[in-house]
């Protein structure tokens, strides 16, 4: 049987940490639990999260931490995270966070934190080139030349610019990365649960470079 595995992926945003995630979603055959994509599909939802959490997404700000903590409490209380695991893609993101993350998983710790790690100047380019699926999430990065309206090849959705990628959207959101979410590093860096994978190389490398990372915090 394939083993489960209790993961956190942080790193700045356009790290890559969607795209990893998906594959390790696979490969470990674990939800991807990803907080990003959960606000965003409660948007499109009309639900009263999204509605209280739209304008600050599209700002590039923070949805408060209490809101955010119910969220991912209800997430992993849900059967196949209590069972196989998950992977948590852009949670936690402030001290606060991880403190309540911390007592969820009490019982059931995190097995691996892993720092996918890409200097800003070049998260800033992938960002602005980014281009998501509205309906599926898949990403696509813009050359310019795409035929109009772009459509997704995996699920036949509309391809759309995220409401947050824009300039001031991503200045607002790396700074924050700065301010709430690296402290992160130290907090999990001190207690040794912290793995930091160079995320610069192209994703078949940076997979094989996670899923090695897994394997050794596994061992040790
Ligand atoms: P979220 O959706 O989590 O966005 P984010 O943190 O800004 O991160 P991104 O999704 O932008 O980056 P990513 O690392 O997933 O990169 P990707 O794989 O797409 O959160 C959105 C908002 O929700 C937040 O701003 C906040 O408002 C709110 N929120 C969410 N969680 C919250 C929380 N816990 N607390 C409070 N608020 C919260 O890759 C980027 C691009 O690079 C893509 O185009 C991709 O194709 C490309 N790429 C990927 N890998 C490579 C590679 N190896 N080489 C070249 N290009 C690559
Ligand atoms: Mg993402």
């Known amino acids: 049987m394939i083993p489960g595995a209790r993961l956190i992926i942080l790193g700045r945003q356009g790290a890559g940490k969607g795209t990893q995630c998906v594959r390790l979603s696979r490969h470990f055959v674990v939800p991807h639990i990803s907080t ?3 606000l965003r599909a409660a948007v499109r939802e009309g639900t009263s999260l999204g509605k209280a959490a739209k304008a600050v997404i599209d700002a590039g700000r923070l949805v408060g931490d209490d809101i955010m903590v119910g969220v991912v409490q209800e997430r992993l209380d849900r059967a196949d995270a209590r069972t196989r695991g998950y992977i948590l893609d852009g949670f936690p993101r402030t001290v606060g966070q991880a403190q309540s993350l911390d007592d969820i998983t009490g019982e059931r710790p995190i097995d691996a934190v892993i720092d996918l790690d890409v ?7 992938r960002l602005s080139a980014r281009r998501v699926c509205r309906d599926c ?3 696509y990065v813009a050359k310019g030349a795409e035929r109009q309206p772009w459509i997704c090849e995996v699920c036949g959705g509309d391809i759309q610019h995220r409401a947050d990628d824009t300039p001031d959207a991503i200045n607002t959101r790396l700074d924050l990365y700065e301010e709430q979410t690296s402290p992160l590093i130290e907090y999990y860096g001190e207690t040794g649960r912290l793995t930091v994978v160079d995320g610069v190389a192209t994703p078949d490398q940076v997979f094989a470079r996670l899923t090695a990372a897994v394997e050794a915090s596994r061992r040790s």
Request: glycine residues 16%; negative net charge; proline residues 8%.
């Open 137 to 139: 999430g898949t990403n």
């Open 119 to 125: 200097p800003r100047d070049l998260v800033v380019q």
């Open 36 to 38: 990003g994509d959960m």
